[in-house]
C-alpha cells in the first residue's frame, strides 16, 4: 500500500456488533474531505449511523456499494493524503490483523498503536465506538454473539483497530496471559468451531493470527470427508424471485433477506422464547379519573400536559421500587452457576415502531423523572428513534418495557419479553365498556394491563402485587401521585 494512501476500516460502532449495510454514501471518488466530515450511512441491528472520517485527503475508493453488508474491520474507503503530517494506520510486518490491548507486546505492535493515537491527537473530535477521540472508552460485548452465515475472504489485508477501546481491542485467552486476538479472528473461529484455547499463536509474543486459525480450520479437513453432500440439499424447489414453492406449489412473489433492525429482533424474541420461562397476569382497569384528570389538567396548561403514557410510566417506576424484583437480569455463568442482578436505578423502556421496525429506546434513570419530564423524554427518544439516529446505549441499556400497543386497536397481548429484562407491562386500548361503580352499572373508560413475566425471578404473588398497584394507581391518580 502506498504511503501516501489512507485506508479507513469500518470501526466497531456500538456493543461489539460485527458487520453493517452500507445505505448511503455521503462523499464520492475525487471529492476533497476533512477530519469528521460524514462519509457514509451504514445500519446496525441497533441503529442508522453517519461515519465520520478520521483523515483528511481526497476520496480515492469506496469499498462498498449501496445495499452491500461490510463486516467490522474491513476497509471502507481509502482516501489520498492531504500532507505529510499524518501518518497512516499501516498494518506492522506479521501482525496478520491481531492487536493487542498492552499484554506482553511486541515493539512492532506498540508502535502501531502509538500511530493510531497520534493521530486520534491531531483532530478528531467524535467518540463513535471503535475510533475517535482517546478517553471515552465503553465496554464492550458481555454475551457472546451468535454465529451467523459469514463468509471470510481468503486473502484480506492486516486489520489495524485502536487499542484503547475494550469492544474491539481482543479478548485475553484463559490460560493465555499474552494471547490476544482481533474480533474479526474470533468471529472466524467461531463461525466454524474452533476453541482457541487449543491454538498456539505464532504472532508477536504468542498472539493469535489469522492464518493460526486457518491452519485450524483446514487441519481436521485432512482425511477424506467429503466437503459437501453427495446428493443435492433441497431447500424449497425456488431459490429465486418467479420461481414455483416446492411444498406449497405457489409462485414465489419475493424473497426478503433478514438483516438489520427485523435481524435484531429475530434474535432477541427467540432467544427470549427459548430461555425464559415466562408466566403473563392480566387485569381490566377503569382509567375514567385518569382520562378525566388529564382533561383537567390540558384546560390550564394546554402545550404542558403530559400525555397518559407518561402517568402510565410514573406509575411504572413507583411500582417497581415496591416490587424490584421485576427490574432485574437473570444471568447464567459459563460454569453453570446462576444469579438475579439487581439494579439501583430503572432504565424504563417503551416499544416504538418505526419504519425500520420495532425498536425499544429507554428512558435512563426513569425513576427520577416526574410525568412531565418522562413525557418529555419518551417524546424525544421516540423522534430519533423513527429517524434512525438512535444511539446503540439508548436502544440497549433498558432493565424494564412498557408497550402501549393500544395505540394499535387491540385489548390485550400475550408479549414476548425483552430480553435479558425480566417483565414487560402492556397497555391496551382504551374504550367505553359497561362498570359496576358504588352498585350501579355505568359506562366508564376501560384498559386492559398485560404483565409478562419471568417465572424463574418471582412468583405469581409479586407479579400480581406490582400489576394490582399499577391499576390502583391509574384507577385513583390523584391519591397515587400525592404519595410519590
Known amino acids: 500500500m502506498s504511503s501516501d494512501m489512507q485506508v479507513f476500516r469500518l470501526p466497531d ?6 458487520e453493517a449495510e452500507l445505505v448511503n454514501w455521503l462523499v464520492a471518488v475525487g471529492d476533497e474531505i476533512k477530519v ?3 462519509i457514509a450511512e451504514v445500519e446496525t441491528a441497533k441503529s442508522m449511523v453517519e461515519v465520520p472520517s478520521p483523515y483528511a485527503g481526497t476520496v480515492a475508493e469506496l469499498h462498498g456499494e449501496a445495499g452491500q453488508t461490510l463486516d467490522v474491520g474491513k476497509p471502507l474507503i481509502s482516501i489520498a493524503r492531504a500532507g505529510a503530517a499524518q501518518a497512516a494506520p499501516e498494518a506492522p510486518s ?10 506482553a507486546t511486541s515493539p512492532e505492535v506498540e508502535a502501531a498503536a502509538e500511530t493510531y493515537r497520534t493521530e486520534e491527537r491531531a483532530g478528531s473530535g467524535n467518540v463513535l465506538i471503535g475510533y475517535g477521540t482517546a ?8 454475551r457472546p454473539r451468535k454465529a451467523g452465515v459469514a463468509v471470510v475472504d481468503s486473502v484480506v489485508e492486516p486489520v489495524v483497530l485502536p487499542t484503547l477501546e475494550p469492544s474491539i481491542s481482543g479478548t485475553r485467552i484463559p490460560g493465555k496471559l499474552s494471547a490476544v486476538i482481533s474480533p474479526l479472528v474470533r468471529k472466524m473461529a467461531r463461525d466454524h468451531g474452533v476453541s482457541l484455547d487449543a491454538i498456539e499463536g505464532s504472532g508477536a509474543s504468542g498472539l493469535i493470527m489469522r492464518r493460526d486459525v486457518e491452519a485450524a480450520i483446514s487441519a481436521p479437513a485432512a482425511p477424506s470427508t467429503p466437503a459437501a453432500p453427495a446428493s443435492p440439499v433441497t431447500v424449497g424447489a425456488g431459490a429465486a424471485e418467479g420461481s414455483v414453492d416446492g411444498r406449497t406449489g405457489l409462485g414465489v412473489s419475493a424473497r426478503t433477506p433478514v438483516r438489520g433492525v427485523r435481524k435484531a429482533v429475530a434474535a432477541n424474541m427467540t432467544r427470549s422464547r427459548s430461555e425464559i420461562p415466562e408466566a403473563t397476569v392480566w387485569v381490566d382497569v377503569d382509567a375514567t379519573a385518569l382520562l378525566e384528570m388529564r382533561a383537567e389538567l390540558k384546560k390550564r396548561a394546554p402545550h404542558d400536559t403530559p400525555g397518559l403514557l407518561a402517568f402510565i410510566a410514573r406509575f411504572v417506576t413507583a411500582g417497581l421500587k415496591r416490587y424490584p424484583a421485576l427490574n432485574t437480569r437473570f444471568e447464567t455463568a459459563a460454569d453453570g452457576s446462576q444469579e438475579i442482578v439487581g439494579f439501583e436505578g430503572i432504565n424504563l423502556g417503551f416499544a416504538a415502531q418505526t419504519d425500520r421496525g420495532l425498536v425499544v429506546p429507554s428512558v435512563r434513570n426513569a425513576h427520577e423523572l416526574s410525568a412531565r419530564e418522562l413525557d418529555a423524554e419518551i417524546r424525544r427518544l421516540t423522534a430519533v428513534a423513527r429517524e434512525g439516529k438512535a444511539t446503540p446505549t439508548e436502544l440497549g441499556s433498558g432493565t424494564f418495557t412498557l408497550n402501549n400497543y393500544g395505540v394499535f386497536g387491540v385489548d390485550g397481548s400475550a408479549a414476548i419479553i425483552n430480553y435479558p429484562e425480566v417483565a414487560m407491562l402492556g397497555v391496551g386500548r382504551i374504550i367505553d365498556k359497561p362498570w359496576v361503580v358504588n352498585g350501579e352499572l355505568a359506562v366508564r373508560k376501560v384498559t386492559e394491563l398485560t404483565l409478562a ?20 394507581a391509574i384507577e385513583n391518580p390523584g391519591g397515587a401521585l400525592a404519595d410519590m
Open 13 to 18: 460502532l456500538g456493543e461489539g456488533l460485527t
Open 36 to 38: 469528521d466530515q460524514p
Open 94 to 103: 506479521g501482525t496478520d490483523g491481531a492487536v493487542s490491548t498492552g499484554v
Open 135 to 142: 478517553g471515552g472508552a465503553t465496554g464492550g460485548r458481555t
Open 453 to 472: 413475566f419471568d417465572h424463574r425471578v418471582c412468583d405469581g404473588e409479586t407479579a400480581a402485587g406490582f400489576l394490582r398497584y399499577v391499576a390502583d
